[in-house]
Nanobody, 124 residues
Framework: QVQLVESGGGLVQAGGSLRLSCAASGRTSSNYAMGWFRQAPGKEREFVAA????????SYVDSVKGRFTISRDNAKNTIYLQMSSLKPEDTAIYYCAIRPVGRVATSDFLYDYWGQGTQVTVSS
């Protein structure tokens, strides 16, 4: 079993920044990719960003490219999502997820474990 705990969400004004963290614990494999997804009210969950085990490969949804940066610290089993130039449309619950394969993936069904989510609200 793997546990994921997100933190760092909150309320911020448009144009502001937040940094989300996601710490993994439990039976993580020795080589795993992680990702961030989000779900806004009344909308389906969507992919935001993902990072490979080595950190050398990343992927972003077009709407956040140039504004969000995903990174990881394998010594701490933690990934981060630095969000800048936030917009009201970024408002959502943000979830981190893990898959027991080192390559990035953008489809949520390829991830095995999920965190409980952290709320990000961007006011206009």
């Amino acid at each position: 079993q793997v546990q994921l705990v997100e933190s760092g969400g909150g309320l911020v004004q448009a144009g502001g920044s937040l940094r989300l963290s996601c710490a993994a614990s439990g039976r993580t494999s020795s080589n795993y990719a992680m990702g961030w997804f989000r779900q806004a009210p009344g909308k389906e969950r969507e992919f935001v960003a993902a990072i490979s085990w080595s950190g050398g490969d990343t992927s972003y949804v077009d709407s956040v490219k140039g504004r969000f940066t995903i990174s990881r610290d394998n010594a701490k089993n933690t990934i981060y999502l630095q969000m800048s130039s936030l917009k009201p449309e970024d408002t959502a619950i943000y979830y981190c997820a893990i898959r027991p394969v080192g390559r990035v993936a953008t489809s949520d069904f390829l991830y095995d474990y999920w965190g409980q989510g952290t709320q990000v609200t961007v006011s206009s």
